[in-house]
């Protein structure tokens, strides 16, 4: 994966509220975002285009696009319409699909982004990062933070509740990611950004450790808070690293392999959770299960219709989706059949705890 644009800029606006969009044609009419309103609004096929309707009235020159698909010729296809005329900004309204097509547009035009979040699936939100599908191969391109980011949770409550409950699993799997990251610090040297890492784990901490649930206000304002601070925590340290390591690996090999099989943040803390009892680490371990359990997202690979001769494949090849990484997995190396003893002992341990 390329180096994402180092920053250690915050966006100009973060919104995590109730009633958040009706505020937003203020926000980009703030001179920093857009001197004349000029702005291109892009929006998927679910509540992107409502939100937009919305915010019509207090622009003065906006077009509205719609875009299908989270690829990259979607991608680039918003892209040739952006240089159709001269655009101040572009907002990026939907989920994360939407919300990284607009990313990558953006970026190739050099033009600010704001972003507008129906959903709390991933960190994509406010990542310099951009997840986007070629030739059915989803791959990684490096893009610009936000510069602003705005969650409003009455359109979130409306969304479907497992794409929300996912960006748990996402956020949780910091934890790993950051062991991973002090692994290899002590093994290869590899240098890592204190505070990139703060930002990474203090998120992380607040979801693993609050008691709320998606019905609670609360909870749901620290969830998309600590996807935001992943997001900042990525463009501090110019590279994804403090939010993935084996969690990711495992998560892109099931994708590369299984397409279809689950989303990216229900995979994430699958990876998180297997790669943690790897570590050894027991207290994490039950602590981190306890919450994916509490949350109803997935622990064990039948849970996302893998067997477990799939799961052994995913976590053989998932070394290969990061050939510059140095995580649990390149640590311990093991065998096809070591992977399969492991992982019964794992499943194990999580019957135990249900028993």
């Known amino acids: 994966m390329p180096l994402l644009a180092r920053s250690v800029l915050t966006p100009l606006h973060i919104d995590v509220r109730r009633g958040a969009v009706a505020d937003l044609g203020a926000i980009l009419a703030d001179g920093r975002i857009s001197s004349g309103g000029d702005v291109a609004v892009v929006v998927g096929p679910g509540q992107g285009a409502q939100i937009a309707e919305l915010i019509r009235p207090s622009l003065r020159s906006a077009d509205v696009f719609t875009v299908v698909g989270g690829t990259l010729d979607a991608a680039d296809d918003l892209g040739g319409k952006l240089r159709a005329r001269s655009y101040d900004a572009v907002v990026g309204i939907g989920g994360g699909k939407t919300i990284d097509v607009a990313k990558y547009a953006a970026t190739r035009r050099g033009l600010p982004m704001v972003s507008v979040a129906t959903s709390l699936a991933n960190d994509g939100i406010a990542s310099p990062v951009a997840s986007l599908i070629t030739d059915g191969i989803k791959g990684s391109y490096g893009v610009h933070i936000p510069i602003g980011v705005i969650v409003d949770l009455d359109f979130v409550e409306s969304g479907p509740d497992r794409h929300n409950r996912a960006g748990i699993g996402d956020v949780v799997s910091n934890i790993s990611a950051l062991a991973d990251w002090e692994l290899s610090r002590q093994v290869r040297g590899e240098p890592v950004d204190g505070l990139a890492a703060s ?3 203090a998120g992380a901490e607040a979801v693993l450790n609050h008691p709320g649930d998606m019905a609670d206000d609360a909870f749901v304002t620290v969830l998309a808070e600590a996807l935001i601070s992943s997001g900042l925590a990525m463009a501090v340290d110019g590279t994804s690293r403090p ?7 495992i998560m892109h090999a099931v994708d590369s392999l299984f397409p279809g099989t689950a989303s990216h ?48 494949e995913a976590v053989q090849f998932a070394p290969r989706t990061r050939p510059d990484r140095y995580t649990i997995l390149e640590h311990l190396a093991l065998s096809p059949t070591e992977t399969r003893e492991r992982l019964a002992d794992y499943a194990g341990a999580i019957r135990d705890q249900l028993g």
């Open 199 to 201: 930002l990474a784990r």
């Open 265 to 312: 943040g229900e995979l994430a803390g699958l990876g998180a959770l297997f790669c943690t009892w790897l570590r050894g680490d027991l207290r994490r371990f039950g602590e981190m299960s306890a919450c994916l359990a509490r949350h109803g997202l997935p622990r064990l690979p039948a849970e996302v219709a893998l067997t477990d001769d799939q799961f052994v």
């Open 243 to 249: 939010c993935s390591g084996g969690c990711h690996e």
